[in-house]
């Protein structure tokens, strides 16, 4: 019962977080912001997170989950009050780079918590539900920010979102006692996160998580992009991503069953591949209908990513530090959305569109090399050991 409370929470604060995304952006605008300084927001939620993820993994593993969580949970409702108090520009990238700074530590702590809660094929399971709730986020968030904004302008809905985060501090603070507690590392003064960059086959996870936050942040830097430059209204770009997001939700769904069968570096390896497939068609397509098809393809073929990818670093880890490995997975995920933008913004400036989807593609492909050689690995270690 507790871990699906913990999923809940964790779905309204990610509306919250998703939320105020949409909402910095419109507000920002209807305040005279022009498209660069709108960047600059975007870029303060991800900027400090960069180089606190691995501060926030190890204090979750010191700790444990509950204290990261209510810092995150609390600044985030904080970063979006500001606004709500205190309206003007100004503020905003305050506020911006509060709720990024502060949420990165709920983020990492509760991706730890949910893989104390079971081992095995449980486990994957339990990733496989928590991504499904992140998922559902996906379309709230945006949705719920839209919405308010319409009906009652956007300071209220900077309140609105705010109270989002109330229940899940009310209950880290009062009813989170039946939390499970990881287990804790010695000595972990003396240790380093390069420590664990040394350890090859999670150094590989975390490569291969890098690829994965590579190929969600290009689709959701360059569709828009792409759909205005073929004609196509806004309202059928929202459709197009919202196809994308729905068929991630039914991949996580179907997660747990494909990796009963197979193993999750096989599974990552054969989503890689399908995305990898997918990015290099993409630039061709122009036909609003087959673009709704082959981003519902796409979001197939990275609907099991992430989640695989937070087990497969989780697994990794060692003993005691798996907060930390954490961490450093989101330091990759973070360095990811920093340069995406910058790089295949440059990119497609240059040579277009087509080759900054081509370039994803190599990546993606290299990514499926990745964990296809690790799924060889694992069977070769397994028949050693029955051996």
């Given at each position: 019962?507790?871990?699906?409370?913990?999923?809940?929470?964790?779905v309204?604060?990610?509306?919250?977080?998703?939320?105020?995304?949409?909402?910095?952006?419109?507000?920002?605008?209807?305040?005279?912001?022009?498209?660069?300084?709108?960047?600059?927001?975007?870029?303060?939620?991800?900027?400090f997170?960069?180089?606190l993820?691995?501060?926030?993994g190890?204090?979750?593993?010191?700790?444990?989950?509950?204290?990261?969580?209510?810092?995150?949970a609390?600044?985030?409702?904080?970063?979006?009050l500001?606004?709500?108090?205190l309206?003007?520009?100004?503020?905003?990238?305050?506020?911006?780079?509060?709720?990024?700074?502060?949420?990165?530590?709920?983020?990492?702590?509760?991706?730890?918590?949910?893989?104390?809660?079971?081992?095995?094929?449980?486990?994957?399971?339990?990733?496989?539900?928590?991504?499904?709730?992140?998922?559902v986020?996906?379309?709230?968030?945006?949705?719920?920010?839209?919405?308010?904004?319409?009906l009652?302008?956007?300071?209220?809905?900077?309140?609105?979102?705010?109270?989002l985060?109330?229940?899940?501090?009310?209950?880290?603070?009062?009813?989170?006692?039946?939390?499970?507690r990881?287990?804790v590392a010695?000595?972990q003064?003396?240790?380093?996160?390069?420590?664990?960059v040394?350890?090859?086959?999670l150094?590989?996870?975390?490569?291969?998580?890098?690829?994965?936050?590579?190929?969600f942040?290009?689709?959701n830097?360059?569709?828009?992009?792409?759909?205005?430059?073929?004609?196509?209204?806004?309202?059928?770009?929202?459709?197009?991503?919202?196809t994308f997001?729905?068929?991630?939700?039914?991949?996580?769904?179907?997660?747990?069953?494909?990796?009963?069968?197979?193993?999750?570096?096989?599974?990552?390896?054969?989503?890689?591949?399908?995305?990898?497939?997918?990015?290099?068609l993409?630039?061709?397509?122009?036909?609003v209908?087959?673009?709704?098809?082959?981003?519902f393809v796409?979001?197939?073929?990275?609907?099991?990513?992430?989640?695989?990818s937070?087990?497969?670093?989780?697994?990794?880890?060692p003993?005691?530090?798996?907060?930390?490995?954490?961490?450093?997975?989101?330091?990759?995920?973070?360095?990811?959305?920093?340069?995406?933008?910058?790089?295949?913004?440059?990119?497609?400036?240059?040579?277009?569109?087509?080759?900054?989807?081509?370039m994803?593609?190599?990546?993606?492909?290299a990514?499926?090399?990745l964990?296809?050689?690790?799924?060889?690995l694992?069977?070769?270690?397994?028949?050693?050991?029955?051996?």
């Open positions: 019962m507790i871990f699906y409370v913990i999923v809940m929470t964790t309204l604060t990610h509306i919250a977080f998703k939320g105020s995304k949409v909402l910095i952006a419109l507000y920002a605008m209807e305040l005279g912001a022009n498209p660069f300084s709108v960047g600059m927001l975007f870029s303060l939620y991800s900027l997170p960069l180089f993820a691995v501060y926030a190890r204090l979750s593993d010191r700790l444990g989950p509950r204290v990261p969580m209510l810092i995150g609390g600044g985030l409702g904080c970063g979006l500001l606004p709500y108090l309206p003007g520009l100004p503020i905003l990238y305050v506020s911006a780079t509060l709720i990024g700074t502060c949420y990165i530590f709920y983020t990492i702590a509760v991706q730890h918590l949910i893989g104390t809660f079971s081992a095995g094929h449980d486990r994957t399971r339990n990733f496989s539900t928590f991504s499904l709730g992140i998922g986020t996906a379309l709230l968030g945006p949705a719920v920010s839209g919405f308010s904004i319409d009652i302008g956007h300071q209220p809905t900077y309140l609105l979102l705010a109270l985060p109330v229940g899940p501090v009310l209950f880290l603070l009062f009813f989170s006692g039946q939390l499970p990881a287990a010695a000595r003064e003396e240790q380093r996160a390069m420590d664990l040394r350890n090859a086959p150094r590989r996870a975390l490569v291969t998580a890098g690829i994965v936050e590579t190929a942040e290009l689709f830097f360059y569709m828009p992009i792409y759909g205005h430059s073929i004609g196509l209204s806004a309202s059928l770009i929202g459709i197009v991503m919202g997001a729905i068929a991630l939700l039914l991949m996580r769904a179907v997660m747990p069953m494909l990796v009963r069968k197979s193993s999750e570096e096989l599974v990552l390896c054969g989503s890689l591949g399908l995305a990898a497939a997918t990015c290099v993409f630039p061709f397509v122009t036909n209908h087959l673009l709704l098809a082959i981003s796409l979001g197939l073929g990275l609907g099991c990513c992430p989640p695989l937070m087990i497969i670093t989780y697994n990794r880890a003993a005691g530090r798996s907060g930390e490995a954490m961490g450093l997975r989101q330091t990759v995920n973070k360095f990811t959305e920093v340069m995406v933008p910058l790089i295949f913004g440059t990119l497609g400036a240059a040579f277009g569109l087509g080759p900054a989807f081509w994803d593609a190599l990546l993606l492909a990514g499926a090399f964990m296809r050689t690790d799924a060889r694992r069977v070769r270690t397994r028949r050693a050991t029955s051996g």
